[in-house]
C-alpha cells in the first residue's frame, strides 16, 4: 500500500509536465483549472460536459483528462473548465483526487513538491 501524501492547502502540482499552484480543496467534488491555463496549456480534447454547483448556482463545464503530479505521485486526472481569473490559483484539486493517497494538513505552510 502506497504511504499517505502529505498536503497543505496550497501546493506545487504539475499538470502535464507544466508547475503550477494549487488549491487543495475538500469542500470540492472535481478538480477545475482554468479557462486561461487549460488553453496555455493546450489541454484536450474534451471529453464529456458536466452540470456542476457552486456558489453561483449550477453551470456546465467541459471536462479535459491530464496528467496530474502531486508530491511526486502521478496520477490520470479528469479537470473541469472554469472562469477563474479572479481567483489566486489556477487549479482547484477536489475530493476525487485527494481519496487517492492524500492527507490533508491547513497547519502544513510547505508548498515545495
Not at 503530479?69 to 477563474?84: C, D, T, V, W
Amino acid at each position: 500500500m502506497d504511504k499517505k501524501r502529505i498536503l497543505g492547502l496550497v501546493e506545487h502540482v504539475k499538470i502535464n509536465g507544466h508547475p503550477v499552484l494549487a488549491k487543495i480543496d475538500t469542500g470540492a467534488k472535481y478538480n477545475s483549472v482554468s479557462s486561461n491555463l487549460a488553453r496555455k496549456l493546450n489541454l484536450g480534447p474534451v471529453v464529456r460536459r458536466v452540470r456542476i454547483k457552486s456558489s453561483h448556482g449550477y453551470s456546465k463545464r467541459d471536462v479535459v483528462k491530464a496528467k496530474l503530479s502531486i508530491k511526486g505521485k502521478n496520477i490520470k486526472a479528469l479537470f473541469n473548465i472554469a472562469e477563474r481569473s479572479h481567483l489566486t490559483y489556477p487549479v482547484l484539486i477536489g475530493i476525487r483526487t485527494l481519496k487517492k493517497g492524500f492527507l490533508i494538513d491547513p497547519s502544513k505552510k510547505s508548498r515545495t513538491s
